[in-house]
């Protein structure tokens, strides 16, 4: 006789530390829940690992953790984004991403309806993206250890044979290209947190990046150096690292670097600079000098590169600084973000 | 972005730069300082050095409220937080500033204090009220701009008849510190250092208005400006100064009048008076014992005084004796003057409180300007 199990009450119910214990309710979970949301051939058999075939080229693999607060935000949820975000870091080394895992801390107490919607938006952003979550994990831990829900993933891609981004392949001269406005993400959670009643339009840029990768590999092959995606401690943080790994320095133009209006005001605002504002849509790529024109053209034929510009360039620089003119005429350096990010008072 | 950018035209800058240099007269130094720690930030962020003649001269004063407060509050601070019955609430520069022996904030609310960043002072009331059970203190610092806040919170909290609310009061006043600076035996008597004149800050005079400089410009013979924070403001605030000094004027001018006039904001003024009464003293990091410069409150709003309340002490702690802090907030040296400069003291570890705030002389100089400095050696 085939045991009676009650449906999960997705409305209503919430997580409680049987979803995590092994039994029935955990394989109802994932079943119900996650097989549901990701739906494909490797789930579907159930195993504890899912084996696949890899084509020709190398593999590129990373992991990362999201703990996003909060887990919804405008223009996307903690589950879009760790797929975005693992899918930009396999994208950046201008490899097709394949593949991801995803494992899940959550926190009792926690809504199945946040959990589906967070999962729906997950399979979703895995789809528009051409890659497929083959394996999980799920874990509950009792209230008060987990703020929610954690997700932590890896990723699987391939890169095609002779290509090889890095930091050491830039040069001086080089130009440096970004796929657009910058800040978005970091100003649209910070106009979230509960103790900023700050409104504001600004919408997370949170996108997966591979297509538009594929576009500039396309027209610009061994001449893109290297690319990385401006996350925490934004395009700052991103090029004064590039600096110290390639051993040279960058000039940038303010005047260049897109900042949308709102994003702009916010950061006055909060006394914040967008350059140290977290992105989570957004490229950087170093290219040489004669390729530049051509790759920034491709940028700006797909959607997520509409507003792409050249903002600079690699210059020799024993000290590695990044400096920039500023849009007022003088110049300066822009720096690592120091600590936290915390606003001025006045 | 509407009311800024018309205060970072690169045309107008261009046209200002070219009428300083023009005023510039190349046998005399100016040698101007920009009080406030806004002005600092401002200079350094949009690269003003660089568009001004070498012997027009920048001196960063001591206007940055997190970089005077002496590191004694700090502990006095930390100590109150370490309580378990209390929340401080804080504005967040103030986390990462350095008290004795390489405490801070930041790391007692690691080791377990309830510190919480706020934004506002009504973010306070908010904590106050949903914690009832807790003392919620704030830790309020900062010139004349952010005092009235700190007033409206305290009759807030009066007609909501909070119980649980009081405040770590480390207001102070501007133009008593920069008295103390024309003062000091090094600029007074020495000669070390020449000021030629002040920039104002704006936003403390939209409260206090001009008036109060009527006095300091007329007794120290000093020109004095009040000028916004945008590129714009400086620039033509520093051309201002130097008219007066090349027509040999020492008066006090508005270049803010799109927000201050000469008496400022009654009602802000009234209502910090009636709370708030001047100290005797109150010590600034860097300029030591400061006489009237400091305020609390006065004695009929004992009840959310937490010094009184908590029966706090005052700590005296003695900055690092290599930290040349002191010196380089009254304009007698430079950042790179300083020994810790940029190899222990850095805006990660910062040593001295001219590092800690993204206003202070040294973290603005070390986060926007250090690349000038090898410029300079390269071309000696």
């Given at each position: 006789m085939k045991a009676y199990q009650r449906k999960?009450?997705?409305?209503n119910g919430c997580v409680d530390l049987s979803h995590g214990s092994g039994g029935r309710a955990m394989a109802q979970l994932i079943s119900g829940l996650f097989h549901e949301a990701f739906g494909n051939e490797w789930l579907a058999r159930g195993n504890d690992q899912s084996a696949f075939d890899v084509g020709a080229g190398r593999m590129v693999m990373t992991t990362d953790g999201y703990v996003v607060s909060p887990l919804f935000f405008p223009g996307g949820n903690i589950g879009s984004l760790a797929v975005h975000g693992t899918v930009n870091d396999i994208a950046m080394a201008g490899a097709r991403p394949l593949y991801l895992s995803a494992s899940f801390i959550i926190e009792e107490g926690f809504r199945f309806a946040d959990l589906k919607l967070i999962a729906e938006s997950m399979g979703e952003a895995a789809r528009d993206a051409g890659v497929h979550i083959i394996t999980g994990d799920t874990k509950v831990v009792e209230r008060g250890k987990a703020d929610g829900l954690f997700i932590s993933t890896a990723g699987v891609g391939v890169v095609p044979h002779g290509l090889d981004l890095s930091a050491e392949n830039a040069r001086a001269g080089d130009r440096v290209l970004i796929s657009g406005t910058l800040g978005d993400h970091g100003v649209a959670i910070m106009s979230k947190r509960q103790n900023l009643a700050f409104e504001t339009e600004i919408v997370s840029d949170s996108a997966a990046l591979n297509d538009l990768v594929a576009k500039m590999v396309e027209a610009g092959g061994r001449g893109i150096r290297l690319m990385r995606d401006p996350t925490r401690g934004g395009l700052a943080a991103t090029l004064n690292e590039i600096a110290r790994q390639s051993d040279l320095g960058f000039h940038l133009r303010e005047e260049a670097i897109p900042v949308k209006p709102g994003v702009a005001a916010a950061c006055e605002l909060l006394g914040l600079d967008p350059l140290h504002v977290a992105n989570e849509g957004k490229l950087v790529a170093i290219v040489a000098p004669e390729l530049a024109g051509a790759v920034l053209a491709a940028m700006r034929a797909h959607p997520l590169g509409r507003?792409?510009?050249?903002i600079g360039e690699a210059v020799a620089d024993d000290h590695h600084f990044v400096q920039m003119a500023t849009s007022f005429g003088g110049g300066r350096i822009v720096d690592w973000l120091s600590g936290e990010q915390l606003p001025r008072i006045c | 972005m509407k009311y800024a950018d018309e205060f970072r035209d690169k045309e107008i800058a261009l046209g200002l730069a070219k009428a300083i240099r023009a005023e510039a007269d190349p046998q005399k130094p100016y040698r101007f300082m920009e009080f406030c720690g806004g002005h600092t930030h401002a200079i350094s962020r949009y690269g003003l050095e660089d568009m001004l003649p070498r012997n027009v001269r920048m001196i960063h004063g001591p206007g940055c409220p997190v970089c005077v407060l002496p590191a004694g509050r700090i502990d006095m601070a930390i100590r109150l937080a370490m309580r378990p019955d209390i929340i401080l609430c804080v504005y967040g520069d103030l986390m990462r500033v350095p008290g004795s022996q390489g405490a801070s904030l930041l790391k007692a609310k690691a080791r377990g204090a309830d510190i919480r960043m706020v934004y506002s002072t009504i973010d306070v009331i908010r904590v106050a009220e949903d914690n009832p059970g807790s003392e919620v203190v704030f830790f309020a610092i900062g010139f004349e701009t952010t005092t009235p806040p700190t007033a409206v919170m305290i009759r807030l909290a009066e007609r909501k008849q909070l119980e649980n609310f009081s405040v770590f009061c480390n207001h102070v006043l501007t133009p008593p510190a920069m008295q103390n600076i024309l003062e000091s035996p090094e600029i007074?008597?020495?000669?070390r250092v020449e000021i030629d004149g002040f920039v104002g800050p704006a936003h403390v005079s939209t409260i206090i208005g001009t008036a109060p400089y009527e006095f300091f410009a007329e007794e120290f013979g000093k020109p004095v400006v009040i000028a916004g924070f945008e590129p714009l403001d400086m620039m033509q605030a520093i051309l201002m100064l130097m008219r007066q000094v090349n027509e040999n004027r020492h008066e006090v001018e508005n270049q803010y009048s799109r927000a201050v006039n000469r008496d400022g904001n009654l009602r802000a003024k009234e209502e910090v008076s009636d709370i708030f009464e001047l100290r005797d003293q109150f010590e600034w990091r860097g300029l030591g014992q400061v006489p009237y410069s400091g305020l609390k409150l006065k004695r009929a709003y004992a009840k959310y005084d937490a010094e009184v309340r908590f029966d706090m002490h005052e700590l005296r702690v003695d900055d690092n004796?290599?930290?040349?802090c002191g010196a380089i907030l009254r304009g007698v040296k430079k950042p790179v003057d300083c020994k810790l400069f940029g190899t222990v003291c850095t805006p990660e570890t910062p040593m001295g409180s001219c590092m800690v705030s993204s206003e202070g002389a040294c973290a603005a100089h070390w986060t926007y300007g250090r690349f000038r400095d090898h410029q300079q050696r390269r071309a000696s």
């Open positions: 999960l009450d997705i409305r507003d792409a510009a050249e | 007074r008597n020495i000669g004796p290599a930290c040349e």
